[in-house]
C-alpha cells in the first residue's frame, strides 16, 4: 500500500498521539477522524493531527485504508456493525484496546469476508486523557502488541507492521488469550491496587480525619498517579478481562498473606528476600529501556 488514508474513531490521549504521530512520520496521505463529542472533533481539527472530522463514524471511514478504533473498549463492537458496511473492500481495521481476545472475538463475524481485522495494543500511555494530551513521541522506543490469529490476513499485519514501526515501536506478536494474562500482571492489577489503596487512605482520612493527603510520600504519591486513569477506560478493562484478572488477584492475594504472615512472625529474612528479588526486576526494567533509573523517576521534589 503507498500512504494509506487513515481514519482515527477517538481522538483522546492514543487517538491524538496516533495523528501527531503518523503526521511527524509521513505516514498517511489523509487522516480523518471521529469522536462523540463536537468539541473533541473541533479541538483534534484545531490541533491539527487530523486533516478534517465528521459528524458520524460512518463519514469518517468512507475513504479509509486503514481505520484506528482508538476508543474505551466498550464501544467498539457498535462502531464496527455502524462503520464495516461503509467501509472499501480489503479496508483494514485495528485497534489500540488494553484487552485483546474480547475484541477479537466480537468482531471477527462482522468482517463480511471483506474487510480485516489486526488487533492490536500499544504498551504506552500517560494517566492523562483527551486531545490535548497526546504527544508524537508517545509509542517511540515502546512496545506494540499485535495479537492477530490464525484467520487474520498476513498482508493486513504487515500494513499495520510497518506503520507502528513508522511511530518508532518495537512490535510483538502474542495470542490474544496470552496477552491479556501478561497484561493483567504488569498493568491491570497494578491499576486495581493503586484505585484500591488510594481508596482506602480518601475513607481513612475521612473516618479519623487524619492527614493521610497532606503528608503523602512518594509511595503513595506514585500510587495516586496511576489512580487518576481514566475511569471509563479502566472500568472496561476489568470487566473485559475478567477472567485473567481474578486470577492473577488470586494469586496476589496468597502472597500478600505470606508477607503477612511474616510480619507477624517477625520473619526478617523472608522479607528481605522478598524485598531484594523485586529490586532486581525494578533494574532489569530499566536495563530494557522501559523506565529511568534517576532519582524519584525524574521529578523535581
Ligand atoms: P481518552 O483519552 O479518554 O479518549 C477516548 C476517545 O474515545 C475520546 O475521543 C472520546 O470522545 C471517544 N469516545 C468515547 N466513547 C465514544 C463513542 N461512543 N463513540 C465515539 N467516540 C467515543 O482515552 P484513551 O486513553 O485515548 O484510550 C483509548 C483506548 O486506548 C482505550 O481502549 C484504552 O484501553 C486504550 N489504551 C489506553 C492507554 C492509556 O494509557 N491511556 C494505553 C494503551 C491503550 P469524546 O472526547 O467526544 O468523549
Not at 504521530?21 to 468539541?39: E, F, M, Q, T, W
Not at 463475524?109 to 481485522?117: I, K, S
Request: glycine fraction near 6%.
Amino acid at each position: 500500500m503507498s500512504q494509506p488514508n487513515i481514519a482515527l474513531i477517538g481522538l483522546g490521549l492514543i487517538g491524538s498521539s496516533l495523528g501527531h504521530a503518523l503526521k511527524k512520520n509521513k505516514l498517511a496521505a489523509h487522516i480523518s477522524g471521529y469522536a462523540r463529542s463536537a468539541a473533541t472533533r473541533d479541538k483534534a481539527l484545531e490541533l491539527g493531527f487530523v486533516d478534517s472530522v465528521h459528524d458520524t463514524a460512518a463519514e469518517a471511514v468512507i475513504d479509509a485504508d486503514i481505520v484506528f478504533f482508538n476508543t474505551p473498549l466498550s464501544v467498539i463492537k457498535q462502531l464496527a456493525e455502524e462503520i464495516v458496511p461503509r467501509l472499501k473492500d480489503n479496508a483494514i481495521l485495528t485497534d489500540v484496546g488494553s484487552v485483546k481476545a474480547g475484541v477479537l472475538k466480537e468482531l471477527t463475524p462482522l468482517l463480511e469476508d471483506r474487510v480485516h481485522f489486526v488487533p492490536g495494543h500499544p504498551i504506552a500511555g500517560t494517566e492523562q486523557s483527551g486531545p490535548e494530551a497526546g504527544f508524537a513521541e508517545l509509542f517511540e522506543d515502546r512496545w506494540c502488541i499485535l495479537t492477530p490469529d490464525e484467520n487474520t490476513s498476513l498482508i493486513a499485519v504487515e500494513e499495520i507492521t510497518k506503520l507502528w514501526r513508522g511511530m518508532g515501536s518495537d512490535v510483538a506478536f502474542m495470542e490474544a488469550d496470552h496477552h491479556d494474562l501478561v497484561l493483567a500482571i504488569t498493568s491491570h492489577l497494578p491499576h486495581l491496587i493503586a484505585y484500591n489503596i488510594v481508596g482506602t487512605a480518601a475513607q481513612l482520612e475521612n473516618d479519623t480525619r487524619s492527614e493521610v493527603i497532606k503528608y503523602s510520600a512518594s509511595g503513595f504519591r506514585d500510587f495516586t498517579r496511576i489512580a487518576s486513569s481514566d475511569p471509563v477506560m479502566w472500568r472496561d478493562i476489568f470487566l473485559a478481562n475478567k477472567d485473567a484478572v481474578l486470577e492473577m488477584l488470586g494469586r496476589f492475594s496468597e502472597d500478600l498473606t505470606a508477607l503477612q504472615a511474616a510480619i507477624r512472625r517477625g520473619d526478617a529474612r523472608y522479607l528481605e528476600d522478598v524485598f531484594t528479588k523485586t529490586r532486581g526486576i525494578r533494574q532489569s526494567i530499566i536495563e530494557a529501556g522501559q523506565d529511568t533509573d534517576s532519582p524519584n523517576f525524574g521529578r523535581d521534589k
